[in-house]
């Protein structure tokens, strides 16, 4: 009878022990709900709203210097490096890209208000180095934080300065990576982003020597005189990529040359496309050409990397972990896609449609207020403002077909899914030809991958590319994307085993 009894009561201590147990886990379990369910999403968390402030910069600098996307994908880059690389010493297994010898935060201070103060002081000293313009917006954001703009503390066991720390290895580290950031590489004369290395086009905007190779051509200046732009940073392939291993890491085989069958068959498909353009065509064109405010495409797929996160209400880890994903691909790409440019040194459709079609009459683009007319091939011109009427670089590869394969393809990865979902609305020609304006229409991205081609097309739809310079582009951007995924999973501590 004692033995039951004994055996009696410990089986209802174990059983008071199991419950309490289970009470406590059900407890621990619904204080992360709840802190989950309290933690800003979206547009509310820091990363994103830091992210918005980086598109403004952007365009602000892309008004006062004019559009020079390879330059804003290495400010992008770098600025989104400096936060994650902040936000790293908060998270369990992440490890930084270039902030050296600080150490992991230990748990109790891993929290989301120091994480949120160390991820906006990176931020505001990345931004403040590259768009230094806009540095007052960037304090009046830290203001509005409730942070202290002029606290330049270095201590790395304070959030404050762990993200000051970040931002500045990272600039630092990047000082002399190429761009002449500073003008201080030998031959620059002083002049940031001068080209140091002399390049010089076989043809001028006059005469076109050799078909197969780029030729600059003329400008209105608005103004009612004209001017030949100079290739924009020739040297960018010179440029240390990110996290991929070098420039020509991917590099495409060569274009079509002069006298192919393939060549012919492409220029052919660009007069075509060209006069037949539906409205949806003319809106997708300058969509994707981004108009007179425009934020590159560095800029463009962080919008879209920001509608994901208002779609998926994201956190600020995965806002940090996407942006900087994103924007890594589209810094690389830029660096990859001019390795092809200038070795290639390739010639656009302006020149190409010129020379095909030489004397024959055709039905094309006749410019602002004249619509759809009969010309002869010498006459044609791409969709595009006479202000600018075609990128001044090499063509192959289409740098938007390169970034935007390549961004795709990383929201692709990063989500696990390549549904997008998003749609936009736009009035066809408002940035062409403002006087021939059409009615409404609605682009739909439906998925990542759509997006990036939509992309990719647009730019042969409007004269600036053959498709060869689209298709390797996309190739080129996805196979970045996908080398870079892998450089940065190990950067976050998970495996790429079953990639």
Known sequence: MKLKLQQALLALSLLLVFTNCKNEKKGAIADNVA????????KDNIAYQWAYIALEGTANDTDKFKPRPTITSRFLGLIFTSMFDAWTR???????????????QPENKRTLKNKEIAVSYAAYRALSEYYYSDSIMFKNKMIKLGLDPSNESLDPTTPEGIGNLAAKMVIDARRHDGSNQYGDVEGSMGKPYF?????????DADTNEDINRWQPKYFSDGKGGKFAPGCLTPYWQKVEPLLLSKADQFR?????????????EEVKEVVELQANLTPEHKALVEFMRDGPKSVQQAGHWLKFAQDVSLRDQHTLDEDIKMYF???????????????????????????????YYQ????????GPDKGMVKMKGQ????????????????????????????????LKLFTGDDKFGVEVELIPGALTEPNNLGDPVVLEFPTFTKTGEMAGISRVMGGYHIQA????GLNLGRNIARYNYKKYLELIGESNDNL
């Open 90 to 104: 908060y998270d369990d297994k992440a490890n930084p890209v270039y902030l050296n010898d600080v150490a992991r």
């Open 359 to 366: 004397d024959q009459v055709i039905d094309a683009w006749g």
């Open 379 to 410: 006459e044609w011109r791409p969709y595009s403002p006479d202000t600018f009427l075609c990128p001044p670089f090499p063509s192959y590869v289409s740098g938007h077909s390169t970034i935007s394969g390549g961004c795709a393809e990383a």
């Open 195 to 203: 080209d140091y290395t002399g390049y010089k086009p076989v043809n």
């Open 325 to 355: 994903l994103v924007e890594s691909v589209a810094m690389d790409g830029f660096i990859a896609c001019w390795d092809s440019k200038m070795y290639y040194d390739y010639a656009r459709p302006y020149a190409l449609v010129h020379e």
């Open 469 to 472: 310079d689209n298709i390797e």
């Open 252 to 264: 495409p085989g060569p274009p079509p040359m002069l006298g192919s069958d393939q060549l012919k």
């Open 35 to 42: 802190k989950m369910e309290a933690e800003p999403r979206g």
